[in-house]
T-cell receptor, first 115, second 113 residues
Framework: KAGVTQTPRYLIKTRGQQVTLSCSPI?????VSWYQQTPGQGLQFLFE???????NKGNFPGRFSGRQFSNSRSEMNVSTLELGDSALYLC??????????????FGEGSRLTVL | TQLLEQSPQFLSIQEGENLTVYCNSS?????LQWYRQEPGEGPVLLVT?????EVKKLKRLTFQFGDARKDSSLHITAAQPGDTGLYLC?????????????FGSGTRLSIRP
């Protein structure tokens, strides 16, 4: 069974630009959640989607947004990039929302560098 | 606010040694996961523990969930260079949202050949 696929793996942007990251969950998984990982802050929850609906949102500014499509694929967008947005963005999928057991299956991440 | 504290933050040991990593909280979790993350990759789920006092073994790795379901430990026997990575614990408080999953800050493990 194919795992979670994230694209692109690496990207470099400049301040003020915007970026879109894509995530294809494991086949059959309907829940997708996004995390930002930085050395200083660890893994921080961005948002969670289930059946094309945003179920929860973390404590991030409105520049961070996302959506989920009918095939469960998800995208997240960051507008007006700031230097502090440089991070590894991780997507995780699960069968149901939060998977009750807490088990998440992560992609390899998209490494964003903002110059 | 629920917090998961991991200790130690960094650990560098010689190949063949044993080690234990701890994950502690004042909150009760319905389940707890351990993940390993290698540089530039996403976390990979190692194990889930759900019952207080539960012990699970994965080859040389032994995971234990505390009786009160507030803490957990990961013990590695005869560490090998392939065990190098960032170990994350994550506690699920029940309910149905990934936003309720609390991640520890991680233990960065380095095994020297």
């Amino acid at each position: 069974k194919a795992g979670v696929t994230q694209t692109p793996r690496y990207l470099i942007k400049t301040r003020g630009q915007q970026v879109t990251l894509s995530c294809s969950p494991i086949s059959g998984h309907r829940s997708v959640s996004w995390y930002q990982q930085t050395p200083g802050q660890g893994l921080q929850f961005l948002f969670e989607y289930f059946s094309e609906t945003q179920r929860n949102k973390g404590n991030f500014p409105g520049r961070f947004s996302g959506r989920q499509f009918s095939n469960s694929r998800s995208e997240m967008n960051v507008s007006t990039l700031e230097l502090g947005d440089s991070a590894l963005y991780l997507c995780a999928s699960s069968l149901v929302v939060g998977a009750n057991t807490g088990e998440l299956f992560f992609g390899e991440g998209s490494r964003l560098t903002v110059l | 606010t629920q917090l998961l504290e991991q200790s130690p933050q960094f650990l560098s040991i010689q190949e063949g040694e044993n080690l234990t990593v701890y994950c502690n909280s004042s909150s009760v979790f319905s389940s707890l996961q351990w993940y390993r993350q290698e540089p530039g990759e996403g976390p990979v789920l190692l194990v889930t523990v759900v019952t207080g006092g539960e012990v699970k073994k994965l080859k040389r790795l032994t995971f234990q969930f505390g009786d009160a379901r507030k803490d957990s430990s990961l013990h590695i026997t005869a560490a090998q260079p392939g065990d190098t990575g960032l170990y994350l614990c994550a506690g699920a408080g029940g309910g149905s949202s990934a936003s309720k999953i609390i991640f520890g800050s991680g233990t960065r493990l380095s095994i020297r050949p």
